[in-house]
């Protein structure tokens, strides 16, 4: 079992001296062990104090009891890829309500992208980002730093002092960087430092414009296209550049099947590359779109269902490593427009783990190797200690109802903003209690 590691990434510190709460009753599943039972778990001082079968009925003398009523008590999420806004962008979302609708949706930990303005590019916007988190947010916050600065794709930022100010990864956010030799300049510095490079993988010029994915049923709609190839292309490019600098590479979203074969061979030269898929891509697909369903334009663009089915198959073989909300809210100034001329993007982190869940009701993945793509594996890519169940781990947890249906009500969720492309979508399962540093941060209010 992985041990938690320290450093200088700040979270949420626990009180000390606080009563231990027992969680009695419970399912427990650990993706990172394996451990999948009946039992129970004792939370002392913000931490695992103990946990196991022998505490299925049973709780130490003089602790807080909380009977889970036999749900599922699991670690809480970690989600790579969140806007939260600030600065810059507080009519959109802000970090407060980010880590509201991060508690309600059982993410513990959200990891913001650093597309704001200005740019978290420096160190005194990480700290800033660190800062307001502690001030405001419920839930674990820690920030990614740009890449280039300015996310101009020509100048690299000071990798070595964002990382040791806080900087848990290295992005450009949505914007690739189209210069191979400051790709390759990035990768080897960051390697210097075990910093992790996250890179969104689009072809700029393949793009040109194009607002959904490219084939028959764009043609259909008369929308421009956006070919599979232009993901596919700078994936390939950015393998390579691993290759000659053995930087750790982590692909943001994929989409395709193509984009599959690619990381698949990566892994199998034993290169330091991963990659990450967005719960769109494995819920939805093209057709969504329908009547041109704003809502549904995303980037990268759904794809078709073959495409879809292949991220589902990658997830099952551990090819694909996590699952993101790619958390993207807009306003309806800019999503209420022809579809053409809206904005990209959607909502996404209350709706992560029921959406995700649509795959384990359909038998097509266990839910503990569900929850690894949202727990364990991005804790370790990240170096974060959260993530699992283990006794002296951060009691960072999430109860789970994984049979309650529900209608997804954009007007009732917690992001300011309301761009969610399961709008009035019926799931199934859902967060009932949502814990962070041995604190309770969510109820569900009908629990």
Request: charged residues 20%.
């Amino acid at each position: 079992m992985r041990l938690p590691k320290t450093g200088r990434t700040k979270t949420k510190t626990p009180a000390t001296g606080q009563a231990a709460t027992a969680f009695i009753n419970a399912h427990l599943i650990d993706p990172e062990s394996g451990l999948e039972e009946p039992g129970g778990l004792v939370v002392e001082n913000g931490l695992i104090a103990d946990l196991g079968g022998h505490l299925r009925r049973n709780a130490p003398e003089g602790a807080k009891v909380v009977d889970c009523s036999g749900h599922v008590l699991a670690p809480g999420l970690i989600d790579m890829i969140v806007f939260a806004g600030e600065p810059g962008y507080e009519h959109r979302e802000t970090v407060a309500t980010a880590s509201r609708a991060a508690a309600a949706g059982g993410v513990t930990t959200i990891i913001c992208t650093p597309q704001t303005q200005p740019v978290i590019d420096d160190v005194a916007l990480v700290d800033f980002i660190e800062r307001l988190a502690r001030d405001t947010a419920v839930v674990h916050v820690h920030p990614m730093a740009a890449i280039t600065k300015g996310l101009a794709g020509e100048e690299m930022t000071e990798i070595g002092l964002l990382k040791g100010a806080g900087a848990v990864a290295f992005s450009d956010g949505k914007r690739s960087i189209a210069n191979a030799q400051v790709m390759r300049r990035a990768l080897s510095y960051a390697k210097d430092f075990g910093a992790l490079t996250v890179h969104h993988t689009e072809d700029p010029l393949l793009v040109n414009g194009g607002v959904m994915n490219e084939g028959e049923v764009s043609s259909r709609l008369g929308l421009p296209g956006v070919p599979s190839a232009a993901e596919t292309i700078m994936l390939e490019r950015d393998i390579r550049l691993v290759e000659l600098t053995g930087g750790r590479y982590h692909a943001a979203q994929i989409s395709c099947r193509a984009s599959l074969e690619v990381i698949r061979q990566a892994k199998a030269q034993g290169l330091p590359v991963t990659c990450g898929v967005s719960i769109n891509h494995l819920t939805l697909n093209e057709n969504d779109v329908g009547s041109y369903r704003t809502f549904f334009k995303i980037r990268p663009p759904l794809r078709r269902e073959e495409d879809r089915l292949a991220m589902v198959e990658g997830l099952v073989a551990g090819d694909i490593d996590v699952i993101v909300s790619a958390h993207d809210p807009k306003d309806a100034d800019v999503k209420r427009r022809p579809f053409a001329e809206a904005s990209d993007g959607a909502i996404g982190l209350e709706t992560l783990l029921p959406a995700a869940l649509r795959l384990y009701h359909n038998q097509d993945i266990g839910l503990p190797q569900l929850l690894a793509a949202m727990t364990c594996r991005p804790a370790k890519l990240l170096g974060l200690p959260s993530g699992l169940l283990q006794i002296g781990a951060p009691a960072d947890l999430i109860l789970i109802d994984l049979t309650t249906p529900w209608v997804v009500d954009p007007d009732k969720l917690h992001s300011k903003s309301k761009n969610t492309p399961f709008d009035e979508s019926r799931l199934e399962g859902l967060v009932l209690r949502t814990i962070v540093a041995g604190e309770t941060v969510y109820t569900y209010a009908e629990a």
